[in-house]
């Protein structure tokens, strides 16, 4: 069982359409990053939530980190093809953990 | 600029044959960290580093060996290799535990 737990596994959605990815702990982490990853590529950070309750936005993505640290989400609105990839939130203390991540494919 | 590089980018090994992956990183970080990624299995954590000489365990630590003799390098050594170790493996290092962390394009290795 890992530390953080991602859902949906997959998504797939049709161009235009909204969508939400889920990341949650039973544990509390000092921050909470999201990562996109491409194929036969290193992932690559889109974000880093640290402070609970907190909201940003990137264009399309909007991130919420949960009032105790233990929980986040990730929001996109009006998807669009070049939002396919895996999703992948990791919680850091210490060292820094990873979900299983969420593949998100969306079709024109 | 190489950020975190690398080597070598494919392997096969046959059962019980040792190797070492080699990371590379000339960003001045303290922080260093070795992944395998699985399918359906994310990044799991193997070892990681807070500095130069420091090493850690992480949550799938058994098989493998690290070490940091110098702050820009991080080394993952499988000393018997197994089928069960078949994986992507990725290195990433940070400034620090919050920090971005940056990532190598990975090693695809194979136990045969």
């Known amino acids: 069982t890992q530390l953080l737990e991602q859902s949906p596994q997959f998504l797939s959605i049709q161009e235009g359409e909204n969508l939400t990815v889920y990341c949650n702990s039973s544990?509390?982490?000092?921050?909470l990053q999201w990562y996109r990853q491409e194929p036969g590529e290193g992932p690559v950070l889109l974000v880093t939530?640290?402070?609970?309750?907190e909201v940003k936005k990137l264009k399309r993505l909007t991130f919420q980190f949960g009032d105790a640290r233990k929980d986040s989400s990730l929001h996109i609105t009006a998807a669009q093809p070049g939002d396919t990839g895996l999703y992948l939130c990791?919680?850091?203390?210490?060292?820094?953990?990873f979900g299983a991540g969420t593949r998100l494919t969306v079709k024109p | 600029n190489a950020g975190v590089t690398q080597t070598p980018k494919f392997r096969v090994l046959k059962t019980g044959q040792s190797m070492t992956l080699l990371c590379a990183q000339d960003?001045?970080?303290?922080?260093m960290y070795w992944y395998r990624q699985d399918p359906g299995m994310g990044l799991r954590l193997i070892h990681y580093?807070?500095?130069?000489?420091?090493?850690a365990k992480g949550e799938v630590p058994d098989g493998y060996n690290v070490s940091r003799l110098k702050k820009q390098n991080f080394l993952l050594g499988l000393e018997s290799a197994a089928p069960s170790q078949t994986s992507v493996y990725f290195c990433?290092?940070?400034?620090?535990?919050?920090?971005?962390?940056?990532f190598g394009q990975g090693t695809r290795l194979t136990v045969v």
């Open positions: 939530v640290v402070t609970g309750g």
């Open positions: 960003m001045n970080h303290e922080y």
């Open positions: 580093s807070v500095g130069e000489g420091t090493t």
């Open positions: 990433a290092s940070s400034y620090s535990s919050w920090a971005e962390a940056f």
């Open positions: 544990s509390v982490f000092s921050s």
């Open positions: 990791a919680g850091t203390n210490n060292d820094m953990r």
